[in-house]
């Protein structure tokens, strides 16, 4: 098992940027798959990045591909999510997720973090 605790978000306004954290904690992190996912008021749950276990692969929803940058440490137990050109839109809580598959179906990950707020102002 693995526990997921996501730090970062804040206010921001539009064409801002921030960075977000999520440090695991359990069993080897290098043995997750790391997903980013967010869900803005009255809307599901929605992907944004994933990244592979050795940090080689990553894959972006195509709203934020070229703003967004998923990463891992895996020293450090750490994914991050760098956001870039932040626009109103962007704003929801985003969810950290992990699962010990290689491949993951969408929303299938076996574990969550509780989320952390990112507001864009326009």
């Known amino acids: 098992q693995v526990q997921l605790v996501e730090s970062g978000g804040g206010l921001v306004q539009a064409g801002g940027s921030l960075s977000l954290s999520c440090a695991a904690s359990g069993r080897r992190f290098s043995t997750y798959r790391m997903g980013w996912f967010r869900q803005a008021p009255g809307k599901e749950r929605e992907f944004v990045a994933d990244i592979s276990r050795s940090g080689s692969s990553t894959y972006y929803a195509d709203s934020v591909k070229g703003r967004f940058t998923i990463s891992r440490d895996n020293a450090k137990n750490t994914v991050y999510l760098q956001m870039n050109s932040l626009k109103p839109e962007d704003t929801a809580v985003y969810y950290c997720?992990?699962?010990?598959?290689?491949?993951?179906?969408?929303?299938?990950?076996?574990?969550w973090g509780q989320g952390t707020q990112v507001t864009v102002s326009s």
């Open positions: 997720a992990a699962d010990p598959r290689t491949v993951v179906a969408g929303k299938a990950y076996d574990y």
